[in-house]
């Protein structure tokens, strides 16, 4: 079946500019996460959604940030007044369950403010 | 959640077994052992995890000491697909609570050649 998928793959943004990043997790999965992978750094976690809600937002950098669910299926993550650091790949992820061990991975989308 | 220590990279020649070490010494009896990997510009992929016997399937064995200190990631026959950056994960398994985001660390860079 299909897997994790995201859009749009690759991103380039003016700084200050806001961007929108969409993520359509594996049909049926009631969790979904939001992780990012910046140069020279490792994947940092942003944000947990199990159904429509986000019960841990722990690792959003700023309030620039901000993440939404809807129907419990595709996710939109928001960065508004985008920032040169903001630069990185966004990887959504979803699993099963709230308690599946096996989180699967989309593609990512790569942004780059300018 | 336990730390992990893992080499930051290892060569393997094709057709030979593939044996990643992680060093996780401050593990906690209800954290389970996680491997993960990345092949460049994916999305990291789901291989193997366990709590403390060894565990096998159709891409790896994984390997936990008795003391739970260690673990190894055993790639059985290497091929030049198995090139990737690879990540030991601890985490509490998500049935005793909390949310099953991952932290990844460095990983270690796997090279497969011919």
């Known amino acids: 079946g299909a897997g994790v998928s995201q859009s749009p793959s690759n991103k380039v943004t003016e700084k200050g500019k806001d961007v929108e990043l969409r993520c359509d997790p594996i049909?049926?999965?009631?969790?979904l996460y939001w992780y990012r992978q910046s140069l020279g750094q490792g994947l940092e976690f942003l944000i947990y959604f199990q159904g429509n809600s986000a019960p841990d937002k722990s690792g959003l950098p700023s309030d620039r940030f901000s993440a939404e669910r809807t129907g419990g299926s595709v996710s939109t993550l928001t960065i508004q007044r985008t920032q040169q650091e903001d630069s990185a790949v966004y990887l959504c992820a979803s699993s099963a369950t709230w308690n599946s061990y096996e989180q699967y991975f989309g593609p990512g989308t790569r942004l780059t403010v300018t | 959640d336990a730390k992990t220590t893992q080499p930051p990279s290892m060569d393997c020649a094709e057709g030979r077994a593939a044996n990643l070490p992680c060093n996780h010494s401050t593990i906690s009896g209800n954290e389970y052992v996680y491997w993960y990997r990345q092949i460049h510009s994916q999305g990291p992929q789901y291989i193997i995890h366990?709590?403390?016997n060894n565990e096998t399937n159709e891409m790896a064995s994984l390997i936990i000491t008795e003391d739970r200190k260690s673990s190894t990631l055993i790639l059985p026959h290497a091929t030049l697909r198995d090139t990737a950056v690879y990540y030991c994960?601890?985490?509490?398994?998500?049935?005793?609570?909390?949310?099953?985001?991952?932290?990844f660390g460095a990983g270690t860079r796997l090279a497969v050649h011919p």
């Open positions: 049909s049926g999965h009631t969790a």
């Open positions: 994960i601890v985490r509490v398994s998500p049935l005793s609570g909390g949310y099953n985001k991952l932290i």
């Open positions: 366990g709590l403390k």
